[in-house]
């Protein structure tokens, strides 16, 4: 699953969200006004432009979850 952070009218952000729809991929969209600030500042030095696509990693039990992030 993906996490889309998007913004009000946001052209891109529609077109992703379209393209995940059709392929039947899970993603959930956040609007960045939504987020507080710091989060956001954080998140700019990686993304610097809309939309932010982050990967959502599910594991069965917090000892694969240490196990997959010492690792990587």
């Given at each position: ?33 939504t987020i507080d ?36």
């Amino acid at each position: 699953m993906y996490l889309i952070i998007g913004k009000k009218e946001c052209v891109q952000c529609d077109v992703l969200k379209n393209l995940l729809f059709t392929k039947n991929i899970t993603y959930h969209y956040v609007d960045n006004d939504t987020i507080d600030r710091e989060t956001m500042l954080y998140l700019k030095g990686y993304f610097p432009t809309f939309p932010m696509v982050l990967e959502v990693k599910s594991f069965p039990d917090f000892a694969r979850m240490l196990s997959h992030f010492r690792d990587v």
